[in-house]
């Protein structure tokens, strides 16, 4: 039997409705030598069916009879796997044509890399596309760095080496956050960790996206997995100053005050000193995360103190090291976002539609 050069894993769980636009964006692949392995984790709706009806010779099925939950899931996939490098895609996302074309050329091309992502477009329930591109940090030291403060990937976006992957498994006590504990191990084990600056997949946004379902487990699962980041950093901590961290990391919609800048612009003083000591980091990649992370909070806190005040504060924060540092990383993802922007079609073709899904 022929052995595919990737393996894309599916897992999904009662995603029927968004699974068959999955399923078309990996047939429509410009890279042929793939096997599609979808762990069925115990769905109770069309799902089976579904597959059943999938024309797709490189399909393998891989069946729970109840719902195990994702790190069961994925770590099922990850067996059955025969490809020289595993992928991922969740069931409520697509893969743009040319994403496994590219990413398993990058790897094969850079031995030293273990792991890629990539950026991402956005689409609705409907697979159309909306705006608003992801962009992740791009080389080692920058990721290693951004992982002190939230995940740098898209699980959906990642290829990996399958020794290495396998070596890697899921962890049952990480209900959520379970990549993320996953690349922590990655780069702490010394394992080279890249994303390319293409926009290869399209994340779904959805009220029943696992992200916001697990609103309430997300943070405490982050504390835990960055906890003996903090510590290995040399840093100390109180429970409230854990707790703040992981916001300082995940703001998204949260609205701060002049209270919590004035927390964070000592606690980001604090992780450069603690690091001119243990060198854990980078120095000039933990000055382009911090310097992300601290803009964040001040952006958030425009809506209590005003934008002048806030201004006041990002200025106050920003050492002249950290900006040159975030100068490059920065003129590089307002690149990806115009071309998004200009021209979305030009590195991934068409989002699915529910036509597709049907004659999928």
Known sequence: MTVPIVSVIVPTHNRAHFLGQALASLSDQTLAEIEIIVVDDGSTDDTPALLAAFGDQRLVVVRHAVNRGIPAARNSGLERARGRYVAWLDSDDIARPDRFERQAAYLSS??????????????????????????????????????????????????????????????????????????????????????????????????????????????????????????????????????????????????????????????????????????????DSLGLASTYFWLRACKAAWRTIGVPRAMRWFIKGLTLSRFVNSWAWSLRAIQVVIGETLWPTNRGGRAHTAKDQLQS
């Not at 943070?219 to 040399?234: I, Q």
């Open 110 to 283: 850079h031995p030293g890399t273990a792991m890629i992502g990539c950026c991402a477009g956005k689409i609705d329930p409907t697979g159309r596309r909306i705006a608003g591109t992801r962009v992740p940090p791009f080389n080692d030291g920058a990721i290693q760095a951004w992982l002190l403060f939230r995940s740098a990937f898209q699980q959906s976006s990642i290829m990996g080496r399958s020794e290495i992957l396998k070596a890697f498994p899921y962890q049952s006590a990480n209900p959520v956050c379970e990549d993320y504990d996953v690349f922590l191990r990655l780069g702490a084990a010394g394992h080279r960790l890249e994303n390319l600056p293409l926009v290869l997949i399209d994340r779904r946004i959805h009220p029943d996206q696992t992200v916001r379902l697990s609103e309430r487990l997300i943070p405490e699962r982050t504390g835990a997995l960055l906890a003996p980041v903090l510590a290995r950093l040399g840093m100390t901590f109180s429970a409230a100053d854990l707790d703040r961290h992981v916001l300082l990391g995940n703001l998204k919609s949260s609205v701060v005050g002049e209270e919590f800048l004035c927390w964070a612009n000592r606690w980001i003083a604090g992780l450069h000193a603690a690091n001119t000591i243990t060198e854990v980091f980078d120095k």
